[in-house]
T-cell receptor, first 110, second 114 residues
Framework: RKEVEQDPGPFNVPEGATVAFNCTYSNSASQSFFWYRQDCRKEPKLLMSVYSSGNEDGRFTAQLNRASQYISLLIRDSKLSDSATYLCVVFYNQGGKLIFGQGTELSVKP | EPEVTQTPSHQVTQMGQEVILRCVPISNHLYFYWYRQILGQKVEFLVSFYNNEISEKSEIFDDQFSVERPDGSNFTLKIRSTKLEDSAMYFC????????????FGPGTRLTVT
């Protein structure tokens, strides 16, 4: 089983749509979770941390279910500028490293 | 807003040559990392560095790789004898300290080995 697994994508949606990304992780001892965004050939940029209670930042909502080892990201009212690859990322205490999923590509069309 | 910087942005080298990739971490950050991303693949952890020593390294980080922080500011990744399969984007990342797990990435160095 992959350490971090994401929806394969790509997701092609119209502007204004709501889109949801899912992710599962294999190490139940993982402590912290993040969504990063990566534009083509650029560095990953932190979008938001993910907490057990769920958290929201504007149009973005992240959820964590530790029992199911499942993470989600919801984007409401999609904008053209949301087009990017969304990376599900897990922090491992051992060495403090980040483990990345393969990423899900989102394309928002006019 | 403080940023991680990396130089060069693009490095072309011949197989067997040594390369040094440089990173300037965000000031006051304590944990430093190198990751790489082969074109079309996911971001992979290479090595973590804290208190002037390696905390952990991946299987990719073999004897051809080394890291150091020679002057207390720059954080470097050296590849002693490059191979074709070392061609990738190399990202430096830094983290503030204990209790903060977010990592902030530099813009990357694109390494092309011919």
């Amino acid at each position: 089983r992959k350490e971090v697994e994401q929806d394969p994508g790509p997701f092609n949606v119209p502007e204004g749509a709501t889109v949801a990304f899912n992710c599962t992780y294999s190490n139940s001892a993982s402590q912290s979770f993040f969504w990063y965004r990566q534009d083509c050939r650029k560095e990953p940029k932190l979008l938001m941390s993910v907490y057990s209670s769920g958290n929201e930042d504007g149009r973005f909502t992240a959820q964590l279910n530790r029992a199911s080892q499942y993470i989600s990201l919801l984007i409401r009212d999609s904008k053209l500028s949301d087009s990017a690859t969304y990376l599900c990322v897990v922090f491992y205490n051992q060495g403090g490293k980040l483990i990345f999923g393969q990423g899900t590509e989102l394309s928002v069309k006019p | 807003e403080p940023e991680v910087t990396q130089t060069p942005s693009h490095q072309v080298t011949q197989m067997g040559q040594e390369v040094i990739l440089r990173c300037v971490p965000i000031s006051n950050h304590l944990y430093f990392y190198w990751y790489r991303q082969i074109l079309g693949q996911k971001v992979e952890f290479l090595v973590s560095f804290y208190n002037n020593e390696i905390s952990e390294k991946s299987e990719i980080f073999d004897d051809q790789f080394s890291v150091e922080r020679p002057d207390g500011s720059n954080f470097t990744l050296k590849i002693r004898s490059t191979k074709l399969e070392d061609s990738a984007m190399y990202f430096c990342a830094t983290r503030p300290g204990r209790g903060s797990y977010e990592q902030y990435f530099g813009p990357g160095t694109r390494l092309t080995v011919t």
